[in-house]
């Protein structure tokens, strides 16, 4: 009976995963001159392979984990927006974005790393 309620609990975790659309990868290139561009190209894991479409400017947010003063209870999480990346290419269950805009923190909440990082959500709704 264990091991039914194991593998259940199994199977939903990575149904609910591979839903998620989320950034796994981050590469930049190396400029061989102060003239040449550079670009920062994030790999972002597209969920069932039908979500994210070329061009399209998504909202990419962080889940912060909020704890008391002594850092042995969690108080929460919460959402908080970083920025807006828009998707160049779509490969199936993969897609590559470049940064639009990164939201200033004046109105929303800080940020230990107030960039793009690996684990970041993009929001489809």
């Known amino acids: 009976m264990k091991w039914i309620l194991v593998l259940a ?3 939903m975790h990575s149904l609910a ?3 998620e659309i989320s950034i796994f990868e981050v590469r930049r290139n190396i400029p ?5 561009p550079v670009y920062k190209d994030f ?3 597209n969920g069932d392979g039908a979500k994210l479409k070329k061009n399209q400017v998504y909202t990419v947010t962080r889940k912060v984990t909020l704890r008391d ?6 108080m929460g999480e919460i959402q908080s927006p970083v920025g807006q990346l828009k998707i ?5 269950k993969i897609a590559v974005a470049r940064e639009v805009k990164v939201f200033t923190r004046e109105e929303l909440p800080m940020l230990d790393n107030p960039w793009f990082m690996i684990g970041d959500s993009l929001e489809t709704n």
Do not use: E, N, P
């Open 9 to 11: 609990l199994l199977a």
């Open 17 to 19: 995963s591979a839903d």
């Open 32 to 36: 061989l001159s102060d003239t040449d």
């Open 43 to 45: 790999y972002v894991k």
């Open 69 to 74: 003063a002594s850092g042995s209870q969690v």
């Open 88 to 92: 160049i290419a779509v490969y199936g």
